[in-house]
């Protein structure tokens, strides 16, 4: 019954190869959320989609990009990964955003950069 | 530093109630949240406050809010193992679209 499914679980990519993250939703959710978490560090969010309309957070490397292909998918796309990339990624989605929208986590890819 | 801060450890036996706490500094928080991670898992909603709220209940949790000292704590009645896993606080603010800034959480450990 996974909601929001994240593939693959662990991803070992090597230093400047890009590599690619995906996450699947059956809510028919609008909103769909990247978060970048580090060991023992806050979730940290890197950008979210509105429908189609994407929305990056200010501080998010160039080197990380997003695609929706629908509303169902959701693509994180790290052109030339660094070591200090490796990180768990988590996808989130809620229905509209807004005041008090319940978030909706997949279990995560957990990213080695050799 | 960071918005929203979180001890990073706690050992509790089971039986005994576990009490979490978090500190925030935006006072314009609309809502604040515990979610759950367990190993291997995504962040799961737990509960949440309105920040006009100063007590929630819910079965074995009891969130409190103290707006003026800006804390909120997450206390777990009975705490059995199966709560042992990593605590999020997390607020969500009206001019940062209600996007939610998290804790580096809380790693609650039970033991027997």
């Known amino acids: 019954d996974a909601m929001v499914i994240q593939n693959p679980r662990y991803q070992v990519t090597q230093f400047g190869k890009p590599v690619t993250l995906s996450c699947s939703q059956t809510l028919n959710h609008n909103v769909m959320y990247w978060y970048q978490q580090k060991s023992s560090q806050a979730p940290k969010l890197l950008f979210h989609y509105y429908d189609k309309d994407f929305n990056n957070e200010a501080d998010t490397p160039d080197n990380f990009q997003s695609r929706r292909p629908n509303t169902s998918f959701c693509f994180l796309d790290i052109r030339s990964p660094g070591l200090g990339d490796a990180a768990m990624y988590l996808c989130a989605t809620s229905k509209l955003g807004g005041a008090n929208e319940k978030l909706f986590f997949g279990s995560g890819t957990q990213l080695s950069v050799l | 530093g960071e918005d929203v801060e979180q001890s990073l450890f706690l050992s509790v036996r089971e039986g005994d109630s576990s009490v979490i706490n978090c500190t925030y500094t935006d006072s314009s928080s609309t809502y604040l949240y515990w979610y759950k991670q367990e190993p291997g898992a995504g962040l799961q909603l737990l509960t949440y406050i309105f920040s006009n709220m100063d007590m929630k209940q819910d079965q074995r949790l009891t969130v409190l809010l103290n707006k003026k000292d800006k804390h909120l704590s997450l206390r777990i009645a009975d705490t059995q193992t199966g709560d042992s896993a990593i605590y999020f606080c997390?607020?969500?603010?009206?001019?940062?679209?209600?996007?939610?800034?998290f804790g580096a959480g809380t790693t609650v450990t039970v033991r027997a």
């Open positions: 997390a607020e969500s603010i009206r001019s940062n679209d209600y996007k939610l800034s």
